[in-house]
C-alpha cells in the first residue's frame, strides 16, 4: 500500500461513516487542513501516530505481512510494476 493508498482509504472510510473532516479533525485534535492533505496524499508530514489515531477513530487498524516477491493484481493493474 502507498501513502496515497492508505489516506484514500482513510477517505473512505471516512465517508462510509458519514464523518466530516471538520468533526474528525476536531476529535482528533489536528487541523481539518492537514487531515485533507493526507486523504488527498499531499502531506508528507503526518506522523505514524497522527495515522494510527485516524484509523482508531474509524475503528481500523494496520496489520504487517510479508511482502510477496510477487506482484499483486492491483499493482499489476495500475501499472506499478
Not at 479533525?25 to 495515522?51: C, M, P, Q, W, Y
Amino acid at each position: 500500500m502507498t501513502y496515497l493508498e492508505l489516506g484514500q482509504a482513510v477517505r473512505e472510510l471516512r465517508l462510509q461513516q458519514k464523518v466530516s473532516q471538520q468533526k474528525m479533525a476536531d476529535h482528533l485534535a489536528i487541523s481539518r487542513t492537514t487531515l485533507n492533505a493526507f486523504e488527498l496524499g499531499r502531506s508528507g508530514d503526518v506522523g505514524l501516530r497522527k495515522v494510527m489515531k485516524m484509523l482508531d477513530y474509524l475503528g481500523a487498524e494496520i496489520s504487517l505481512r510479508e511482502k510477496s516477491p510477487f506482484p499483486t493484481f492491483e499493482e499489476l493493474r495500475d501499472g506499478r510494476m
